[in-house]
């Protein structure tokens, strides 16, 4: 009977994933490249933001778009028509982009053709929290529609990220309260920049880019 | 359910980890998670039995998951270590700084970890 040995191994199961997103932030910053990473739940209006982003950026930056999504390119298509490049990551069943997944299409361009490089992730409030993608900041979108519980229901995803949307204020009044959900944003994470967006209207997006650090 | 990419995740470190010890057969892998990771135990160990079903080196191998301490920092006194108390009433994963009684902390989410893995190593 062959002989069996217990190897002790007290290697973090996250890794191998973290390693290659340190490396993805590193060349990022050595090439004074900007990574974002929108992280949000499914019809907060991610991918509307993201249009209005390419819409006001685009003229002055290269901006790379990563879309990630079950299925369909429909996200990509959309963003792209406001002068973004994109690519669409299908994940089949997975919910969350990785490291890996945000590599290989690094690896299919060129880094320096652009500037600005923005992966919207797939629609959950769960799973992409514990998934570094190497964004320099994690962002969290979620709307007023969602219901007044929607924060803390979910501290995960605020407590991994630097900024929080509140979106869809235009319906702000209308049955719908956006103070509540910006509070709880900011009481859930020290430092949290909290910002009230309506993506259909254009509120907010301004105040989105001077937090992002872009010059516009 | 991010469990099955965890579970992949384990499976690939273990891979590397059969090869460079020239092993024919996994027996049993512990890995220990805090009770704020973010991980059920249940579909973790299920999504591994989906994941090694088809390779060899895993077959009647066992995963077993052991609780581990959480671990706060505090933002106002750089205290790690165990929270005073349970998550904030209001707040669920917000916690009290047992040094400081700050509520400004940080909780470790990520603390999921390959302890050991047992091996059947073929005699030379």
């Known amino acids: ?216 | 359910m991010h469990e099955y990419s965890v579970a992949s995740a384990i499976v690939d470190q273990v891979k590397a980890i059969i090869e460079e010890h020239k092993a024919t057969q996994v027996k049993k892998i512990i890995v220990s998670a805090s009770p704020y990771d973010v991980i059920i135990p249940e579909l973790l160990i299920e999504a591994y039995g989906i994941i090694t079903a088809e390779l060899d080196k895993f077959k009647n191998s066992t995963l077993e998951m052991q609780i581990s301490k959480a671990e706060i920092s505090c933002l106002e006194c750089d205290y790690k270590g165990e929270p005073a108390e349970e998550g904030d009433p209001e707040f669920a994963y917000n916690f009290i700084c047992p040094k400081c009684e700050s509520r400004d902390t940080h909780i470790n989410m990520k603390n999921l970890t390959i302890e050991t893995v047992d091996l059947v190593i073929p005699d030379n």
């Open chain 1, 1 to 216: 009977m062959s002989p069996e040995k217990k190897v002790v191994v007290k290697k973090l199961a996250y890794q191998v994933n973290d390693e290659l997103a340190d490396k993805i932030r590193e060349v990022m910053k050595s090439k004074n490249k900007l990574f974002f990473n929108m992280m949000g739940s499914i019809g907060s209006g991610k991918t509307l933001i993201l249009e209005r982003l390419a819409a006001k950026l685009s003229s002055k930056y290269r901006v790379f778009v990563i879309n990630g999504d079950v299925a369909t390119t429909i996200d990509a298509d959309r963003i792209a028509k406001q002068g973004a490049t994109t690519v669409q990551i299908n994940t089949g069943g997975g919910c969350h982009l990785s490291a890996k997944l945000i590599q290989n299409e690094l690896d299919k361009i060129n880094i320096d053709d652009y500037d600005i490089f923005i992966a919207e992730n797939v629609g959950n409030l769960i799973c992409p929290a514990a998934w570094d993608i190497g964004a320099q900041l994690n962002i969290t979108v979620v709307s007023i529609t969602e219901g007044e519980y929607v924060v803390k229901k979910h501290p995960i995803i605020f407590k991994s990220a630097e900024i929080a949307i509140i979106n869809k204020c235009d319906l702000d009044g209308l049955g719908f309260n956006s103070d509540v959900l910006a509070e709880d944003a900011a009481k859930i994470k020290s430092g949290m920049k909290v910002i009230l967006t309506s993506a259909k209207t254009g509120q907010g997006i301004d105040e989105l880019i001077t937090a992002l650090g872009i010059e516009y």
